[in-house]
């Protein structure tokens, strides 16, 4: 089933099975060179037991060849996690020559796939949406040699600042759209990215981000600079149909100090640049109240305890003599709207 107006695409030559199906899943393990893990963070606990089972069945079968496991997931250091877990479920008389033989690395998933509508769901339940984005960065530390080469895989020397650019560009420019979107009224990013005064906002949010990674990171400007301007855009796709509660859900760990926002506004500042816009940002996410998100109902019954300094404190580990303390606090102090948020600080 193809959206009106969108390229459909068949996908084929794919076999599947069941989770529970763990001796197919060892075989399978035991014949590829590369495994991709696509899961979601609370799934890996369960995913864990059948990779080291496939893992040990190729050391006791003595197979030469590498195998790499690509860990796309979005969590920090994923693929040291991944490993670890991997490792603790490998019986010790195979554990060292499993892993000396196997990868595991890091990956920067780009592409937004959104969840479907119900209604999208119940007409087909195999259909995937997804937006016209092929770039995979991959740790190339994290790799043992010879690796298959795969369309659109590009082997990074220096994963952690890809890492970064993900999540200071990427991830904080879908916030700041979401958690400004939903005062707003918005249901949907493509809307929200559509105001022209909130893409102006998110544009300036993102030039202070990537202020901040020139200076953290070797990163290489022109190109810094063509992934913002396109992401930007990309964020208008309609037909994503991306919800800013989707988006902006789990707000308190948004806020923590390394995430998205409060950690992109700490490194524009160390560049130089006042984050008025990342601030603007911020005092919106400490506004976001959908009651479906229960990490949103905890931080609005935070807020009413401890108040937004505390949140500030205990969430952010922002210190009140910091900059960026002061700044959240005037966006605050601007209302629920955040275009007065951000006017009143010039």
Known sequence: MAMEGQPEETVTGVTA????????????????????????????????????????????????SPCNVLVCENLHNAASIV??????????????????????????????????????REKDPLLVLGEDYWVLPVDEKGLIPP?????????????????????????????????????????????AASDRELFSITAQATE???????????????????YAAILLERFKNPFLMDTVIRVGRDPLR??????????????????????????SAIGAALRFDPKEDPSARELQRRLENEGVEGILRQVSGLDPDETLFELVLRAWEGGTSWRASFSCRK
């Open 208 to 226: 202070e981000a990537t202020a901040g990674l020139l200076n953290a990171y070797d990163l290489d400007e022109e190109v810094q600079r063509e």
């Open 17 to 64: 099975c069941s989770c529970s199906d763990s001796e197919r899943i060892r075989e399978w393990i035991c014949q590829a060179d590369l495994l991709f893990t696509a899961v979601g963070v609370g799934a890996l606990d369960a995913i864990a037991p059948l990779l080291a089972g496939g893992l040990e069945e190729r050391a006791l079968r003595g197979t030469e």
């Open 147 to 191: 690796v298959p080469q795969v369309e659109g895989m590009v082997l990074c020397a220096d994963f952690p600042a890809e890492e970064a650019r993900k999540l200071y560009t990427h991830n904080m420019a879908h916030a700041v759209l979401a958690y400004h979107g939903y005062l707003e009224g918005y249901e949907y990013i493509a809307d």
């Open 83 to 120: 490993k670890d877990k991997v490792s603790k479920k490998l019986p010790k008389s195979v554990r060292k020559e499993a892993l000396s033989r196997t990868g595991f690395a890091g990956v920067v998933v780009g592409r937004m796939i959104p969840f479907l509508p119900q209604t999208l």
């Open 254 to 279: 948004k806020l923590t100090p390394e995430d998205r926002l409060v950690g992109a506004a700490r490194l524009a500042l160390q560049a130089g640049m006042t984050p008025k816009a990342l601030a």
